[in-house]
């Protein structure tokens, strides 16, 4: 249990790392949390920044999810629990510690792309399964929030499609994918009220497939 506990504690703590604030006042001598949408995460970090400091940023928390999943979980090796709980809760913990991170007032961001990491390591094709379906939300709309959104709901039916398939996916991964999604949801509950309003921001330049939904839609 001791394991577990260092594992775990590891893990918040290193989810905790608040990429976007470190880049925003690193190199631009400036605070994400004030401007743009407010949320200390890559989205906003592309919007403010630009594209390079945002796909550092991504590519840092997305780094936070696997590191918690493959290296932190080792710390419980010789616990008496499933290999795929012990790594999905270390992930857990470094998504839990991205959103609420204790380094920056426990006010981070939205934890979706510490989550994928998570997710890539732990089951690699629902997790490319949910990657096209962010890249298809986001080329066809220009907003990342519905690519976030489109991933966390195709994650679970892909795991349950792979499952019924045949292919080995635990219960531990499913019930993990199913707390996931209503998670991802929560924290982007602004932007669901956006969207609803249209009023969410897009970057028209990523909407390379915007035939597919017409030409109509939130404004940029």
Do not use: Q
């Not at 270390?90 to 920056?104: D, E, K, L, P, Q």
């Amino acid at each position: 249990m001791i394991g577990i506990a260092a594992a775990l504690s590891f893990s918040y703590i290193l989810g905790s790392f608040p990429t976007s604030i470190v880049v925003g006042k690193l190199f631009f001598h400036r605070d994400i949390r004030t401007e743009g949408s407010g949320n200390a995460g890559g989205t906003n970090t592309f919007r403010v920044f630009g594209w390079k400091a945002g796909i550092l940023v991504v590519l840092v928390d997305v780094g936070k999810g696997v590191a918690a999943t493959l290296l932190a979980s080792r710390l419980a090796a010789g616990a008496p629990f499933p290999l795929d709980a012990v790594r999905l809760a270390c992930g857990s913990a470094a998504t839990i510690g991205h959103v609420w991170t204790v380094f920056a007032g426990f006010r981070g961001g939205k934890g979706v792309a510490t989550a994928a990491g998570t997710l890539a390591a732990v089951a690699p094709l629902p997790f490319l399964a949910a990657l096209a379906a962010f890249a298809l939300g986001i080329l066809s709309t220009g907003i990342v929030s519905v690519g976030s959104l489109s991933a966390a709901v195709v994650f679970p039916l892909s795991a349950l499609i792979l499952r019924a398939a045949g292919l080995p996916v635990s219960n531990v991964l499913l019930g993990f994918s199913l707390v996931l999604a209503p998670l991802i949801f929560w924290t982007h509950r602004k932007n669901i009220r956006r969207l609803i309003r249209g009023e969410e921001n897009r970057f028209e330049k990523l909407r390379v497939l915007r035939g597919l939904f017409g030409n109509k839609g939130p404004r940029s």
